[in-house]
């Protein structure tokens, strides 16, 4: 069979993910055009079936394939810990414009897959990152990632609450894409985000207790003239500008793509 004919069956909006798990399982990339031309064994078709199977039953891709992309490298994901998400690359992105080349360390509170800190460091050979965790299977995932891309000896990972594996440190710079959903939206949200876990999406019964925490706490651990990035929820621009305005910051919120505020940037 063709895989052009095996990917026609698909209902339209499961297309996309059937060509990315179809292009894992032959080993290509998606983009390339021979994938629809290719010719399928029967063992290919039948691990392709199994697989949207479970697709079909809420299990997002990236957990299928073990990994995804993110700033145009692949990261390895696992059930629980968050999928990376396009939005954030544009926080990568604010931060890139504003460390300087020479020595700079910083440090990133809830890591997940590691794609921040890790993208970082491939990003500025001279920098050096400390990431933190509160589910050790994150730590884990950025440990593995950290030494699929090399930067291993560049990175210190902790399990820990915050600011708790820090204490009496100081740094460049503080990043973080903390949990931002209010916990009444649980039951809500698409049953491919709640396997992403709860500690990795909830952020307390307002949403934004992460920023209240993080505001009150961060200067302690900011060098002169440090700052802070923060990924925010679409309706948080307010709320997270009055919270770093409060603790002494010159704020900027940045839009995404979509017109919607993402980005919350603090100068001390
Ligand atoms: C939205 S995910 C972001 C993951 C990754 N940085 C990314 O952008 O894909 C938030 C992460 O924060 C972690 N987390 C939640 N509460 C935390 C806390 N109090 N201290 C440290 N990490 C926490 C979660 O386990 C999760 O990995």
């Not at 697989?51 to 994901?77: K, N, Q, S």
């Not at 939206?185 to 500690?199: A, C, F, S, Y």
Request: aromatic share 8%; with cysteine.
């Amino acid at each position: 069979m063709k895989a052009r004919q095996l990917l026609s069956k698909l209902p339209p909006h499961l297309r996309r993910d059937g060509e990315l798990i179809l292009a894992h399982l032959l080993g290509r990339r998606v983009s390339s055009l021979p994938l629809l031309e290719s010719d399928l064994s029967p063992e290919t078709v039948r691990r392709f079936r199994e697989l949207m199977d479970r697709r079909i039953g809420g299990v997002p891709t990236a957990y299928l394939l073990g990994e995804w992309d993110f700033y145009g490298r692949t990261f390895r994901v696992r059930e629980g810990v968050l999928i990376p998400r396009p939005e954030t690359e544009l926080l990568v992105e604010k931060i890139l414009s504003l460390i300087p080349d020479e020595g700079v360390w910083g440090f990133e509170i809830g890591c997940g897959s590691g794609c921040i800190s890790i993208t970082l460091l491939r990003e500025k050979e001279n920098l050096r990152m400390t990431a933190g965790d509160l589910n050790p299977s994150a730590v884990s995932l950025t440990l593995e990632n950290a030494r699929l891309h090399g930067v291993a000896e560049r990175i210190e990972v902790f399990a820990g609450d915050m600011f708790e594996p820090v204490a009496g440190r100081k740094f460049s710079f503080v990043v973080s894409n903390p949990p931002y959903v209010p916990a009444h939206l649980w039951g809500k949200l698409p049953r491919e985000v709640r396997r992403e876990g709860h500690l990795s999406v909830i952020g307390g019964e307002k949403g934004y207790e992460f920023y209240e925490r993080f505001c009150a706490e961060v200067r302690d651990y900011l060098l002169p003239g440090g700052f802070v990035a923060l990924e925010i929820g679409h309706d948080q621009g307010k709320v997270v500008r009055d919270l770093l305005v409060s603790a002494g910051f010159e704020v900027m919120i940045y839009k995404d793509y979509a017109g919607q505020d993402r980005i919350a940037l603090g100068w001390s």
